[in-house]
Structures are given as C-alpha cells and as structure tokens.
C-alpha cells in the first residue's frame, strides 16, 4: 500500500510539469450585431461555424425568429440594447424601437429595458447599440447594470463607441460580469478591412491572451468569417464563446487595466 502511494506521488510529480507546460492558445471570440432585421443575412450569421455570438436588436421584424433559430443552432443570444448616441437627437422616429434615452426617467429606463429583454427569447447576456451618449453617463450605467443584476445570470459587453464609456467600470461596480470590445471588424464593408481588422484582433489575442470582435451582418464580414474562422485552430488560436470571454475577463481583470483601443466617433 505505502509502495503504492510512492509510485502514485511519483506519477503525479511527474505528471505537473506537463500540465504547467501546456500551452494555452491565444483565444479570440467573434459577436455578430445588429440582428433583427434581414432574415437571409440573421441566418447566414447564426450558420458561421463555431461559437460565434449572435446580437439581436429588440421589436425588429426578424428579432424572436432569429433568436430562436440561433439557439437552436447552439449560439449564444444576446440582447443588442440599443442605447442613445451623440447624434441620435437627429434620427427622430427613426432610432430603433426600445432605445434607452438621457431624457428618461428611472422608472421608464427600467421599464423600457424589461421589455426589451423580454422581447428576445434565450438572452444569456446584453450587449450595447450605439450609446456614444448614455454610456458616459455614470447614474444612468448605474440604473442599467442594477437592472441586469436583478435579471439573475446576465452579463453585460460594452461594444465600446465612446471611450468615455463607464460602462465597464458600472458594470463591475454593480457585480455584473462584463468584458469590452477591442475591435470593430467592418468599419467599412470593404473585404480589405474586414481581413486588416481580423488580423489585428488575432495581434492582441497575441498580445492580451484573448480578445472580443465585434462585426455586423455584412457580406463582406460573413464570407471573411465563413472562410476565416475555420482556420484559426492551425493557425494557433482557439474561437471561444463570448460568455466564456466574459468569465476570462473577469477572472483576470485585477491584472488587467483594460485594453486600448479606439472608439470611433458618434456611434
Ligand atoms: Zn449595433
């Protein structure tokens, strides 16, 4: 018996380095917005291969079937929360249906987010549309993340238009799991920038040990991802989930400061 336990603390021992040894792969995961609208172009973004997050904007025509067909598919759902920007005084009844407004009172913020969340079938988590504006506001963030605390498991992703944005920091203040988008795939619909903004996203998986993209249902950034995202194994990456991208980034997040990266202007 005592042999028996030697050999089985040797093997463990022996075991150990191995395991310190294993190499964790730079990881990246992919979020496609703005859903709800076009169905042709929802269902070809819920058909991309692998964990790919799927954003869906609440009372769009398409929003409940989308979502519907995206988790039966085994893609995470979220809620696309579309929140006030800087020029969306000027969109007038044109801004989506479910904004989060600066003018609202907190009754009618929490009132307005309930139904959207309830608009969308299988949310795990909620990300941010637009918000150049409300997400530099700390009371209204507050008001936000406090609703979403309350909803149970729910995180949150700040899709990061502004960096003036507290969304993160409320978020984690208020004990929501969250995580920030490093980079915007298609600035523009160009297939050039869509591989340029790919490549520099898998850079800073390099660099930080993951990173979030976020794209939109665009052919140019659907057929790049059809191809692209099937190779990244070989190319020494792993495509993870962006609720398994939430829990990295909160459980490294006292080492972390937060990436830098650039917010465009006005979204
Ligand atoms: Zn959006």
Known sequence: MFFLRVFLSALILLALPAAAEQVTLPRVAVIIDDLGYALA????????????ACAILPGTPRAIRLAEQAHASGKEVLLHLPLQAENDYDLGDAAEPGSLHLDMSQAEFAHTFIKDIEAVPHVIGVNSHRGSLLT??????NWLMEEIRDRGDLFFVDSYTTAASVALQLARETGVPAAKRDVFLDPDQSPETVAREFARLKKLAQQNGFALGIGHPYPATLAFLEKELPKLRNEGFELISISELVALTNATQNNNT?????????Q
């Open 258 to 266: 937060g990436h830098a990266v650039a917010a465009p202007a006005g």
């Open 136 to 141: 530099r506001h700390p009371g209204h963030m």
């Open 41 to 52: 172009a929802g269902e070809r973004a819920i058909n991309l291969p692998g964990p790919v």
